[in-house]
């Protein structure tokens, strides 16, 4: 069996630079990166009390790692928005308990611009934002907004088909 059920002809795995991320129904513009998402379920060791040269192994608690995404600097408020859901100069009173945690979704298009895989990832929340990066009067690189996603796990979006490549 092959990579790709529908397109047996294709060898080469997606590319990583097209994709979009959502939230609250609507894409967010400019995003540039967001880091991998990755689960790490703890190894459990036990021995048996009449085997104590021996050990055996099992699955325990699974974590998510937070997901980091980036974009460039704009007016656009989207992620001072959602981290201002999480913290407020006025104290605790500012923090929206209804909205402050989303289901966010991430998909992966093809070079077609055909979306081939989707993610939804799990009530997260924003635990760090950057609303501006280090400042240099000699640099030359974009100025990056950044904010760190806390959250409960993820499925891949099953209805999300292999498309019929052209």
Same mark, same amino acid.
């Given at each position: 069996m092959g990579m790709f059920n529908v397109n047996t002809h294709r060898f080469d795995p997606y590319k990583n630079f097209?994709?979009?991320?959502?939230?609250? #129904?609507k894409y967010i513009p400019g995003i540039t990166k967001i880091s991998p998402l990755t689960r790490i379920t703890e190894? /459990? &060791?036990? =021995?048996? #009390?009449?085997?104590?040269?021996?050990?055996?192994?099992?699955?325990?608690?699974t974590k998510f790692e937070?997901? /980091? &995404?980036? =974009?460039?600097l704009s007016h656009d408020t989207s992620f001072e928005d959602w981290a201002n859901m999480v913290f407020s100069l006025d104290g605790d009173s500012g923090t929206s308990l209804l909205h402050y945690k989303?289901?966010?979704?991430?998909?992966?298009?093809?070079?077609?611009?055909?979306?081939v895989?989707?993610?939804?990832?799990?009530?997260?929340?924003?635990?760090?934002?950057?609303?501006?990066?280090?400042?240099?009067?000699n640099g030359k690189c974009i100025a990056i907004e950044k904010i760190v996603l806390q959250h409960e796990g993820w499925v891949r979006d099953t209805s999300v088909l292999e498309p019929q490549e052209t």
């Open positions: 097209k994709f979009r991320v959502k939230w609250d #129904g190894t /459990v &060791i036990y =021995r048996e #009390g009449g085997d104590a040269s021996n050990y055996r192994l099992s699955p325990g608690t937070p997901i /980091v &995404i980036e =974009r460039g989303k289901d966010i979704v991430i998909d992966l298009f093809n070079l077609q611009g055909v979306k895989m989707a993610f939804i990832v799990y009530r997260c929340w924003v635990s760090e934002y950057q609303s501006l990066p280090e400042l240099d009067s």
